[in-house]
T-cell receptor, first 116, second 113 residues
């Protein structure tokens, strides 16, 4: 089963529209961290945000905001007044503290295209 | 500036040859990772290392090998045993293995013909 699900494969919006990227995760741990990354066409993944499981406050950074809801195991990302430079693939990720094996799980990504 | 460097950005090889991809970080991070990304796909973990002289297989380690002789360096060798080596390879590092964000290098695009 997928630990991190990003059901939206591709989204297109017109510039200045708001857009929300969905992320649903699965874990049995009480302590975990969630992340969002941006991968522009150049290919390098850029870290955007890290949030721990005990902090459910929404976070805003400029045009970006994140909504963390433990009740629905979701960590959604909203871009307000989208711009062409926001066009990229966005990945959500989960980190657990397992004693062995991988501890970092990426979703499959959502490709966002902002049309001028 | 602190960061992760990968070289080269583009690499071309003939089938049957081994090739080594470089990854260096000056962030003083303990953990390092190699991922493979195919066109339109997500990231798949090849190998990771949480400390010098230690590394573990990820989900798709077959046909790849790594070493971690220095904290700053985590080279990946794509061997001739890897059946479909053409892909985009990303190296990352994090302060510790769990709970910390991973920082990524610019990637190496490998083409094998």
């Amino acid at each position: 089963a997928q630990k991190v699900t990003q059901a939206q494969t591709e989204i297109s919006v017109v510039e200045k529209e708001d857009v929300t990227l969905d992320c649903v995760y699965e874990t049995r741990d009480t302590t975990y961290y969630l992340f969002w990354y941006k991968q522009p066409p150049s290919g390098e993944l850029v870290f955007l945000i890290r949030r721990n499981s005990f902090d459910e406050q929404n976070e805003i950074s400029g045009r970006y905001s994140w909504n963390f809801q433990k009740s629905t195991s979701s960590f959604n990302f909203t871009i307000t007044a989208s711009q062409v430079v926001d066009s990229a693939v966005y990945f959500c990720a989960l980190s657990e503290a397992r004693s062995t094996g991988n501890q970092f799980y990426f979703g499959t990504g959502t490709s966002l295209t902002v049309i001028p | 500036d602190g960061g992760i460097t990968q070289s080269p950005k583009y690499l071309f090889r003939k089938e049957g040859q081994n090739v080594t991809l470089s990854c260096e970080q000056n962030l003083n991070h303990d953990a390092m990772y190699w991922y493979r990304q195919d066109p339109g796909q997500g990231l798949r973990l090849i190998y990771y290392s949480q400390i010098v002289n230690d590394f573990q297989k990820g989900d798709i380690a077959e046909g790849y090998s790594v070493s971690r002789e220095k904290k700053e360096s985590f080279p990946l060798t794509v061997t001739s045993a890897q059946k479909n080596p053409t892909a985009f390879y990303l190296c990352a590092s994090s302060l510790k293995r769990a709970f910390y964000e991973q920082y990524f290098g610019p990637g190496t695009r490998l083409t094998v013909t």
